[in-house]
């Protein structure tokens, strides 16, 4: 069964509707040793909830993971990973921070407790949570609802999107 990731961006560097536009990506620059350890396990088809940090602080968007996470190529120390994600769909509204921390049952989640970190695991029940707040149900891993570096094919057109941990 494909497990469930939350990426987090700053909008202003690479967001959602970049990634809609470019239709893929890979997703690069984690270096916090924890976010580094869930990227790793970052499966294809796995799916992905996309939250903007910043100004927003909001879950706008699913993408799903096209890769197995892999070393990143351009790091010589081969201590980083990168995987390669394509945008599904927008959430018909995003979830704003404060909604999710508003919740008894998102308490233990890492988006709330662990206000840094950039990749985290999101339990079945929170994706769900999450996409009913959202006004969207039914959608998850298999069901089509979930930073990122460009394809070759992309990447003479601008420079690499990094995400920071």
Known sequence: ????????TEPSE?????????KRATWDGVSNALALRHLRGVRRGDAILIYHTGNEKAA???ARAV????????????KLAVVDIEPERRLPRPVPLAEIKARRD???????????LSVMPVSPERW??????????????????SRLRRTPAARGRAPSPRVRS
């Open 1 to 8: 069964m494909p497990a469930m990731w939350l990426f987090k």
């Open 14 to 22: 690479y967001s959602f509707e970049r990634l809609e536009k470019e």
């Open 60 to 62: 706008v968007g699913l």
């Open 67 to 78: 890769s197995d996470a892999c070393a990143d190529p351009r790091d010589r120390a081969g």
């Open 106 to 116: 998102m308490a233990g989640f890492d988006l709330v407790r662990l206000g840094r």
């Open 128 to 145: 769900e949570a999450i996409l009913e707040m959202s006004q969207v149900s039914g959608a998850g891993p298999g069901k089509g609802g």
